[in-house]
């Protein structure tokens, strides 16, 4: 487009870059809309988790859109028929369509069937069958040869098309969208065609599968070997005699009501990326702002906007602790929404709704996380309670536990430590906790000192003093913590929040551990996300109490001025096999 006359431009070639972009917008769309679809529970095939080591396998999903593209660039160069093809033909639509469901799908089903030979299965496909439980990008996980070989067999249509010069734009395009929409579909773990379809139409099961026939494989293994179009294992007795039956359990299947609820919010414009429903492999480490997410912002400006104007909190994610079902519910604002003023009101509702939803559909502990909580807020959490009295679901703002884990990730032997940062009900607690061992607690601000000293037990007040020196080893840091004070921490200063989010990293010979959380037990199951900037396999204290309040069936609210007693919950957290995380940087 840019060397040539207008006149001297093959439409063709410049149309496979829109088609590459294409290809991936499509598959995320199916990605965020079946891992929204499976955290909800409803119409589930498969109940068996998700794990990292399935996400890392299937990050390089997009490698044979790039693998195929370069092939498309080098046919539309040197095929001399696939230049300028024709926006529409309808021969070629036919003919891609006949020759689809006959001589493709008809060497799938014997090279799909080859290939679980136990001789190209475990030197190939077993890559593919790795993931029992599948998600939309499984479908296109599968070694190199494989990708060559599935490439030869679907270019057999288009190859056609174009050499009797019947091909054209639509032809192509859709023969590959198609390609790509029943993929996606068939490993989505959850079903939605209704049984009045197949009811109605009967022979329709058998051009075209569900996703329900296609689990039966990944579970099963050696049935449901077609590609798209069942008729082929009904000819050759391969057709598992389960299909019917798991396609009719699935539909039944309805939303999961979990026993615990945490409900949190996106952070920065581009986190909505990093939510359990976004991009998978970038989920799946800690939160860190990439430079390719500039290109996305066209985007993420539309997600703001529609963020904006929501008014219902979203499912994000879904795990399993024993017999405990948990879900991750998101307000749908951002961080910077909830220092407007103006928008204190629009979000107390979002948080009153999704507490009375989950009220009504029987959850019994909905913990408060990030910035849902909050004094000036809802004065964390008793505006709900005292505006609902008869509420069943027992609010945990979680200050009990992250009190918890800050002061016993604090150093043995320290005399004294240094609070700063704006303070709160985590702070509070974790002063009067230290000043009850004997630990002073210095504040720099006259009117943080004041503040703090009427807080604190008046038997253990003479802990807390107001100090202008800096030179304290370990200093506790919240919210408002400016950089000029940073600067005046001596070297290899502790600095331990005791806020939701972590302070600036100014210095690399400062040590810097995590906000307060924990490493969850191995029985926990589900995870293949990070939570914002922890670890995989960490979890927030916030989010850590309210399943600890679940697990040990505490039948009251931790909320407003309500705190637990600070031994009792951490030794519950380690009982049950939660670790503290304080791992420094």
Not at 57 to 81: M, V
Request: charged share 20%.
């Amino acid at each position: 487009m840019a060397t040539k006359d207008k006149s001297e431009w093959d439409i063709t070639n410049i149309l496979i870059l829109p088609l590459i972009i294409w290809r991936m917008i499509h598959d995320q769309m199916w990605i965020s809309f079946s891992r929204y679809q499976t955290a909800r529970g409803k119409n589930r095939i498969v109940d068996k988790s998700i794990e990292f080591e399935q996400v890392d396998r299937e990050r390089n999903w997009d490698d044979q859109i790039l693998f195929n593209g370069i092939l498309f660039y080098l046919g539309s160069k040197y095929l001399p028929l696939a230049k300028n093809l024709p926006f529409w033909r309808t021969d070629g639509v036919i003919f891609t369509i006949l020759l689809h469901a006959g001589p493709v799908e008809f060497l799938y089903y014997w090279l799909h069937r080859a290939l679980h030979h136990h001789y190209l299965y475990s030197r190939y496909h077993s890559h593919h069958h790795s993931s029992i439980v599948t998600e939309p990008i499984t479908s296109v996980i599968h070694p190199f040869g494989e990708h060559i070989a599935y490439f030869i067999l679907f270019a057999i249509p288009l190859l056609t098309i174009v050499q009797t010069g019947t091909a054209s734009i639509v032809a192509v395009a859709g023969y590959i969208t198609y390609l790509d929409l029943m993929n996606n579909m068939g490993h989505c773990n959850f079903e939605f065609f209704p049984k009045w379809l197949f009811r109605v139409f009967p022979f329709i099961k058998y051009i075209m599968y569900t996703p329900s026939f296609h689990s039966l494989h990944h579970t099963q293994f050696r049935t449901n070997l077609s590609l798209f179009m069942p008729i082929y294992d009904l000819m050759y007795g391969t057709m598992d005699k389960a299909s019917d039956s798991l396609h009719e359990s699935s539909l039944g299947r309805i939303d999961n009501s979990p026993h615990v609820v945490y409900l949190t919010h996106p952070t920065t414009l581009d986190s909505v990326y990093h939510l359990h429903v976004g991009f998978a492999s970038f989920a799946s480490d800690p939160y860190k702002s990439k430079w390719y997410m500039w290109m996305l912002w066209p985007l993420t400006l539309w997600s703001m906007l529609l963020t904006w104007v929501s008014g219902h909190s979203f499912v994000v994610e879904r795990n399993i602790f024993n017999h405990l079902k948990m879900q991750t519910w998101a307000i749908p604002r951002y961080r910077f929404q909830y220092l407007l003023p103006w928008q204190k009101e629009k979000i107390n509702s979002l948080i009153e709704d999704a507490i009375l939803e989950a009220d009504e559909a029987g959850v019994k502990v909905m913990s408060l996380g990030l910035l849902n909580q909050g004094d000036d807020l809802n004065e964390n959490g008793e505006l709900y309670v005292r505006k609902h009295p008869n509420l069943k679901v027992r609010l945990v703002d979680g200050s009990s536990l992250a009190a918890a884990a800050v002061v016993n990730s604090i150093p043995n032997g320290i005399k004294q430590v240094l609070l700063s940062g704006n303070l709160s009900k985590v702070a509070y607690a974790v002063a009067n906790e230290l000043c009850k061992k004997g630990v002073q607690v210095a504040i720099p601000s006259k009117e943080g000192y004041e503040k703090l000293k009427g807080r604190v037990s008046s038997e253990f007040a003479s802990n807390v003093v107001h100090s202008t020196s800096y030179d304290q080893e370990v200093w506790l840091v919240g919210d408002g913590l400016n950089d000029e004070e940073q600067k005046k921490a001596p070297k290899n200063t502790i600095f331990i929040p005791f806020s939701q989010f972590p302070p600036n990293r100014l210095h690399k010979n400062r040590i810097y551990y995590s906000t307060p959380a924990f490493i969850i037990p191995k029985a926990l199951e589900n995870m293949d996300s990070c939570e914002n900037w922890l670890p995989r396999r960490v979890m927030s204290a916030w989010r850590v109490a309210g399943i600890v309040h679940a697990l040990e069936e505490w039948g009251t609210n931790e909320c407003g001025e309500t705190m637990f007693n600070i031994d009792k919950v951490w030794s519950a957290a380690l009982r049950h096999g939660f670790r503290p995380f304080n791992v420094s940087s």
